[in-house]
């Protein structure tokens, strides 16, 4: 079969990142939707002449607030005020979503729970208009499922889940004493997520990790894949899924166990939340929730009064005029008009 010209582009421009070897793609039902010139074009001007920002309100008792208006929101840059220029709810945007499921082998009895319940997921959150994809990553990253707007492709992808056994230096046993082993790349998969799929896509853009909150062996650090979502304009949501047996089975993996620390840090800086499951708290309970936020969400945007591209990172503070009330946005974005990956 004949290599596709996309694959040869995707290979191409991760080769330019120098993350070689980890994200393979496997054959699938091409994208249904790609963005015409005309699309890439009107996406580098609002990039250059806009900052757009996604967030969500509650009350003083964790309730979404779904009714607001422009004139009920503050917005500040750099402690400056600014004119918001364009505001629409979240029916008015469509949703570009990626969800990346974390295969390594702690996580082998939760992929069937997994599958059930993100597949119901998608035939929920998804409308028209709105596309998703499928990635995994444990030792390498695998888009399983290109850009769809199908929850039957979708849920194909999704039977396809397997662990990811090729895990150097994740083992049963001490903790390894390689210098750098190849474990799970949480932050690389971000950083593909957000560069390759997210990126050139319009609207809302999210990504969903269902994890552990373990990286072993990424080649970017958590600051490149929290700026590489920033880049992308794109909030991270994380499920913090925990399997305590994965890590006393066989005298250990070499861990004490998962943590959300990362997961905490890569949310709330992008704009997302942390999500845990525990027996009280199912993964179909997080999804549901989930599913209501992407649902009550604003979408803001405004030309900054400081129109120097400097690449600098400038802190975005919103607040509802309603003082009991608190909004849920990214912390701020870094000004330039060009490719995030020439901007270090």
Same mark, same amino acid.
């Given at each position: 079969?004949?290599?596709?010209?996309? =694959?040869?582009?995707?290979?191409?421009?991760?080769?330019?990142?120098?993350?070689?070897?980890?994200?393979?793609?496997?054959?699938?039902?091409?994208?249904? @939707?790609?963005?015409?010139?005309?699309?890439?074009?009107?996406?580098?001007?609002?990039?250059?002449?806009?900052?757009?920002?996604?967030?969500?309100?509650?009350?003083?008792?964790?309730?979404?607030?779904?009714?607001?208006?422009?004139?009920?929101?503050?917005?500040?840059?750099?402690?400056?005020?600014?004119?918001?220029? =364009?505001?629409?709810?979240?029916?008015?945007?469509?949703?570009?979503?990626?969800?990346?499921?974390?295969?390594?082998?702690?996580?082998?009895?939760?992929?069937?729970?997994?599958?059930?319940?993100?597949?119901?997921?998608?035939?929920?959150?998804?409308?028209?208009?709105?596309?998703?994809?499928?990635? #995994?990553?444990?030792?390498?990253?695998?888009?399983?499922?290109?850009?769809?707007?199908?929850? +039957?492709?979708?849920?194909?992808?999704?039977?396809?889940?397997?662990?990811?056994?090729?895990?150097?230096?994740? $083992?049963? *046993?001490?903790?390894?004493?390689?210098?750098?082993? !190849?474990? @799970?790349?949480?932050?690389?998969?971000?950083?593909?997520?957000?560069?390759?799929?997210?990126?050139?896509?319009?609207?809302?853009?999210?990504?969903?990790?269902?994890?552990?909150?373990?990286?072993?062996?990424?080649?970017?650090?958590?600051?490149?894949?929290?700026?590489?979502? $920033?880049?992308?304009?794109?909030?991270?949501?994380?499920?913090?899924?925990?399997?305590?047996?994965?890590?006393? !089975?066989?005298?250990?993996?070499?861990?004490?166990?998962?943590?959300?620390?990362?997961?905490?840090?890569?949310?709330?800086? #992008? &704009?997302? /939340?942390?999500?845990?499951?525990? =027996?009280? $708290?199912?993964?179909?309970?997080?999804?549901?929730?989930?599913?209501?936020?992407?649902?009550?969400?604003?979408?803001?945007?405004?030309?900054?009064?400081?129109?120097?591209?400097? *690449?600098?990172?400038? +802190?975005?503070?919103?607040?509802? /005029?309603?003082?009991?009330?608190?909004?849920?946005?990214?912390?701020?974005?870094?000004? #330039? &008009?060009?490719?995030?990956?020439?901007?270090?």
């Amino acid at each position: 079969m004949p290599v596709k010209p996309f =694959r040869i582009l995707l290979a191409a421009t991760l080769f330019a990142i120098a993350l070689p070897g980890q994200w393979r793609r496997v054959e699938q039902a091409p994208a249904q @939707t790609e963005p015409s010139s005309q699309d890439q074009e009107t996406v580098i001007r609002v990039e250059v002449e806009e900052v757009n920002v996604t967030c969500s309100v509650r009350d003083r008792n964790g309730r979404l607030i779904g009714d607001l208006t422009k004139e009920d929101f503050a917005l500040r840059e750099d402690g400056k005020p600014q004119e918001i220029k =364009r505001f629409a709810r979240d029916t008015d945007i469509p949703l570009t979503l990626g969800l990346l499921v974390d295969v390594s082998p702690s996580q082998e009895r939760l992929i069937e729970t997994e599958k059930d319940a993100a597949s119901q997921f998608f035939s929920s959150v998804l409308r028209q208009k709105d596309l998703a994809f499928l990635m #995994t990553f444990g030792s390498e990253a695998e888009l399983v499922q290109d850009l769809t707007g199908s929850a +039957k492709l979708l849920r194909a992808g999704l039977d396809e889940l397997r662990v990811n056994a090729s895990v150097a230096g994740l $083992h049963p *046993g001490p903790v390894p004493t390689s210098s750098q082993p !190849r474990g @799970t790349i949480l932050y690389d998969a971000v950083y593909l997520a957000a560069n390759e799929r997210l990126r050139g896509q319009v609207g809302r853009k999210a990504m969903v990790l269902i994890t552990d909150g373990i990286d072993q062996g990424s080649r970017v650090k958590i600051q490149e894949a929290i700026r590489s979502a $920033h880049m992308a304009d794109a909030m991270v949501y994380a499920i913090y899924y925990y399997d305590p047996g994965a890590y006393n !089975r066989g005298g250990g993996w070499g861990y004490g166990g998962g943590s959300d620390g990362d997961l905490r840090k890569m949310a709330e800086e #992008t &704009g997302g /939340r942390v999500f845990k499951v525990d =027996r009280k $708290h199912t993964l179909g309970d997080v999804f549901r929730e989930l599913q209501e936020e992407l649902r009550s969400q604003y979408s803001l945007s405004y030309t900054p009064t400081d129109t120097a591209r400097n *690449g600098e990172f400038r +802190k975005i503070e919103i607040k509802a /005029r309603d003082g009991d009330l608190k909004v849920q946005a990214r912390k701020g974005y870094f000004a #330039t &008009g060009g490719d995030p990956k020439d901007s270090k």
